[in-house]
């Protein structure tokens, strides 16, 4: 099994717990920003941590949740009981030096996105109505977006994080693209862990991450639940044929923006979907 793939360690509590020390491997040698944990939690249980020296997102994925952050109460968060309903979460942002508690209310799926944090902005509650949506790519390539936290909303230091709905046959982070040099404006360097599900649960999908010169090339199956490594390259997506594909992207580098560039062999589709003679 590839390292870029990370499988969840169960059904219950902490599945997912990647961190820039635990990440990094043979292919992935130089994570240093982005951390992401998911924690399945029963109606009742808790999960608290300190921050530290990261910044979090929490995205409260399916069920409802008491939340908590420093000395503020958000009371009951939530509502999409099913990923799938394809509404938008409820998301809480908290800054690096201060503490975070989740209580859940019903059966919950909570994502935690992590990176170095510098003190720039406050504890918030981000709502659904926060929260935009649109539609991306044509035909085939169709995928609906909910941008959560990217550079034009100014909500944290470090994070982008955004969730993708893929329908089932589609392809998605296609054409394939790249953000893995640090060259802005041309190009932003950033890490990014894609946490996949699929509907039906026993479904699967594919990604692939492959960098310009094949020195690195992998293919996944990627089950529900499965988490991604994206350390550099190109990175598409593909959703067979009756199963509905989500995954929810955390990035993460030096500079606060999204720029990358597709693959030169590829560029076409963009350019022909564009009009572009």
Request: charged fraction near 20%; include cysteine.
């Amino acid at each position: 099994m590839s390292e870029l793939l990370i499988k969840p360690s169960g059904q219950s509590g902490t599945v997912i717990n990647i961190t820039p020390e635990n990440a990094k491997g043979p292919k992935t040698p130089n994570w240093n920003y982005v951390g992401f944990a998911v924690h399945q939690l029963a109606a009742g249980n808790t999960v608290a941590e300190a921050t530290g020296d990261r910044e979090v997102i929490i995205v409260i994925v399916e069920g409802r949740a008491e939340l908590n952050a420093g000395d503020e109460a958000f009371g009951e968060c939530g509502g999409r009981m099913n990923v799938f309903e394809k509404t938008k979460p409820t998301c809480l942002y908290v800054p690096n030096g201060s503490n975070w508690r989740a209580r859940a209310t019903t059966d919950c799926t909570l994502a935690i996105c992590s990176a170095p944090g510098k003190g720039g902005h406050p504890i918030r509650l981000i709502a659904p109505d926060d929260i935009g949506s649109e539609v991306r790519g044509k035909g085939a390539n169709t995928r609906h977006i909910h941008p959560i936290a990217m550079e034009d909303f100014d909500v944290a230091d470090s994070l982008l994080v955004t969730e993708v709905f893929t329908p089932s046959g589609n392809w998605s982070s296609y054409p394939p693209h790249r953000h893995d040099e640090d060259d802005y404006p041309n190009m932003t360097y950033l890490e990014e862990t894609y946490y996949h599900r699929l509907n039906p649960a026993q479904g699967f999908g594919f990604q692939r991450v492959f960098t310009d010169d094949h020195s690195l090339d992998e293919t996944m199956a990627v089950s529900n639940g499965d988490v991604v490594l994206v350390p550099k390259g190109h990175h598409p997506c593909g959703a067979p044929h009756g199963y509905d594909m989500y995954y929810l992207n955390v990035m993460a580098g030096p500079l606060r923006k999204w720029r990358f560039q597709n693959h030169r062999d590829h560029e076409w589709i963009v350019e022909r979907d564009a009009g572009i003679s």
